[in-house]
């Protein structure tokens, strides 16, 4: 099957979601990635930040994504999770946003200490 993930809220979490001054792994998120990809699963990252923002973050998470494409792409997605609700792969999981009533910044403006 051919997996997606998303970035921001998702497989990261930024200031606004995890209450620290910088962006953060998903833990929880991760390691539901690593099972899929454990089972020989095609991995794919993708982000609304564009395909350079999600390869950054696929590398310094060391996901080895087998693809980093454009989000929205026709590229016959089984399974999409994301943090918004998305009609991107033929079963969709929206993963539960933490402090959704809060207004993210742009992901430019954020710090990371990975």
């Not at 899929?36 to 590398?59: C, E, P």
């Not at 454009?70 to 399974?79: C, E, H, Q, T």
Request: aromatic share 8%.
């Amino acid at each position: 099957m051919r997996i997606a993930f998303d970035v921001d809220d998702t497989l990261l979490l930024p200031p606004e979601a995890n209450g620290l001054p910088y962006d953060s792994p998903s833990y929880d998120t991760i390691a539901i990635y690593r099972w899929f990809q454990a089972q020989g699963h095609t991995m794919i990252i993708w982000s609304g930040g564009g395909v350079d923002y999600a390869r950054h973050w696929a590398d310094k998470l060391g996901l080895n994504p087998d693809a980093v494409i454009p989000k929205n792409a026709n590229g016959g997605i089984d399974i999409a999770f994301d943090d918004c609700n998305v009609e991107l792969g033929t079963v969709n999981v929206k993963v539960k946003r933490l402090n959704n009533s809060v207004t993210r910044t742009i992901p430019e403006k954020r710090k990371s200490t990975l």
